[in-house]
């Protein structure tokens, strides 16, 4: 069954304020081989102006996965997990995600497309601050493959 | 510190390899919360049609900045990132995979004193990622 279309513009309540902390974001920036020692020395972040130090630009998948983990259990929705890809992925940042933060995110579902029997589902979601200030902007395009005919 | 008036579309700006073993992808699986078995478990990626364990496509896109953030010398100058998934990296147990990252000037933006950077992003000589782009901002610390 194709994901129904009716979950466009349906929005997700906020998820539960995400406490960023620095040994996770150090413990992030080693998964993704980052270098940088704004990642991980506070002296270097303050140094570059920062509050502290500073997480990898995809360190905020770690926020979003809690709206996409609503998305796929949104009542209606129609989404089999098994059966889903990830085709695309974009961030667009207000400002870098820090140690301290308190981050939070509201995911909204953009669009649902059909294509030769897939689905692809674009879902947005906006990741604020302890203040409701925006941080940055996650969109993902999920592909729910077609049943098997 | 880079200018932007010194980019032009088409400048190489950096290239770098990177080897992922089965231990990077158990490492980005804790770091990152993202703990599909296809990434670390044989017998399931099979069960479920793959030719074997894949690495996360959000490592992938991860280590892909990395090159650029070296170039500019501070993440907190990355403004956007966006990529497509176009092939899975099929990561060997025993000889792990490589990929290669090449970025090039996408587009410059004088008037936001930004840069767009354009990445390819290969695996085996094939691309891995599309439209992989990094956007930064060039603008003279106050």
Redesign the interface.
């Known amino acids: 069954m194709a994901v129904n279309p009716d979950i466009v513009g349906r929005s997700c309540e906020p998820t539960e304020p995400y406490a960023v902390g620095r040994e ?1 974001v150090r ?2 920036a ?7 020692p ?2 991980t020395d506070v002296g270097a972040a303050r140094a ?3 509050t502290d130090i ?5 360190f905020a ?2 926020v979003q ?1 809690k709206t996409l983990a609503q998305l796929l259990a949104m009542p209606g929705a129609n989404i089999d997990f ?1 059966r889903v ?9 207000t ?2 995600i820090v140690a301290g933060d308190e981050l939070t995110a509201v995911l909204t579902v953009e669009s649902v497309k059909s294509l030769a029997g897939n689905s692809m589902v674009t879902a947005v979601s906006q990741i604020t601050d302890a203040t409701g200030a925006h941080v940055v902007t996650a969109t993902s395009t999920l592909v729910v493959r077609a049943d098997d005919a | 510190m880079i200018a932007v008036e010194q980019l032009t579309v088409g400048d190489e700006v950096a290239t770098a390899s990177y080897r992922f073993t089965r231990d990077s992808l158990v490492r980005y699986a804790g770091a990152s919360g993202d703990f599909n078995p296809i990434h670390y478990r044989d017998d399931v990626a099979v069960s479920v049609g793959l030719p074997g364990v894949l690495a996360h496509g959000m490592l992938t896109m991860g280590v892909a900045v990395q090159p650029v953030v070296e170039w500019i010398g501070d993440p907190g100058r990355v403004r956007g990132y966006q990529v497509k998934f176009t092939r899975p990296v099929l990561v060997d147990p025993s000889e792990g995979a490589e990929i290669t990252v090449l970025a090039k000037v996408g587009a410059v933006i004088p008037e936001d004193q930004m840069a767009r950077i354009d990445l390819t992003v290969t695996f085996n000589g094939d691309t891995v990622l599309g439209k992989a782009q990094v956007l930064v901002s060039l603008a003279p610390t106050a």
Do not use: L
């Open positions: 996770k413990e992030f080693r998964a993704v081989m980052a270098t940088s704004i990642h570059a102006g920062y500073v997480a990898p630009p995809t998948v770690v996965e098994s890809v990830h085709g695309s992925q974009d961030f667009t940042f400002r870098p």
